[in-house]
């Protein structure tokens, strides 16, 4: 949390004085966009670490990862949302099909896909509690289930599409 502050404190900090460089527009021209792309870029990469240090502090690795590059260029999975209902409204990928997390059942899950060898990626936000529901597949006997690494916030952020409920 500290390493959030003192990168909001150093952004405000930045703005501030960039408002000063904005009196002069051929300044601004030559000085703040370099500046802005800089710290957007600084501040994206830093958002990727602070996911790989989730995923490396909270999974236990159990169910083996999947990049979301590596299945945009596959498309034999099926996939399953483990985000509660109020997000899955919000975006979703191509085709999944939403299981949840707190009321994951799994007697819904071998209506949904009773053949214990189909190809299964599980994803949530980030790949936290898709890799709970990847555990409790693979104890039900699926022998094939993965977990997108980086989830959905990974999809989206590479450009990736998404879907809300309405299919838009």
Same mark, same amino acid.
């Given at each position: 949390m500290q390493y959030h502050y003192n990168a909001v404190k150093l952004v405000y900090v930045m703005i501030v004085g960039l408002v000063y460089l904005l009196i002069d527009t051929d300044l601004t021209m030559k000085i703040l966009l370099p500046l802005v792309a800089f710290f957007l870029c600084f501040l994206n990469s830093h958002g990727q670490q602070d996911i790989e240090n989730t995923l490396q502090k909270l999974n236990n690795h159990s169910v083996p990862y999947i990049t979301t590059d590596e299945l945009n260029l596959q498309s034999q999975f099926t996939l399953l949302d483990a985000r509660?209902?109020?997000?899955?409204?919000?975006?979703?990928?191509?085709?999944?099909?939403?299981?949840?997390?707190?009321?994951?059942?799994?007697?819904?899950?071998?209506? %949904?896909?009773?053949? @214990? !060898?189909?190809?299964?990626? *599980? /994803?949530? $936000?980030? =790949?936290?509690?898709?890799?709970?529901?990847?555990?409790?597949?693979?104890?039900?006997?699926?022998?094939?289930?993965?977990?997108?690494?980086?989830? %959905?916030?990974?999809? @989206? !952020?590479?450009?990736?599409? *998404? /879907?809300? $409920?309405? =299919?838009?």
């Open positions: 509660e209902k109020q997000e899955y409204a919000v975006s979703k990928l191509p085709g999944a099909v939403r299981i949840g997390y707190t009321n994951f059942n799994p007697t819904n899950i071998q209506t %949904i896909i009773p053949d @214990k !060898n189909t190809p299964i990626v *599980v /994803y949530c $936000s980030i =790949g936290v509690r898709s890799e709970k529901i990847g555990e409790e597949l693979i104890k039900l006997g699926y022998t094939q289930v993965l977990n997108l690494y980086g989830g %959905i916030f990974d999809w @989206k !952020n590479k450009g990736y599409l *998404v /879907y809300n $409920s309405k =299919g838009q």
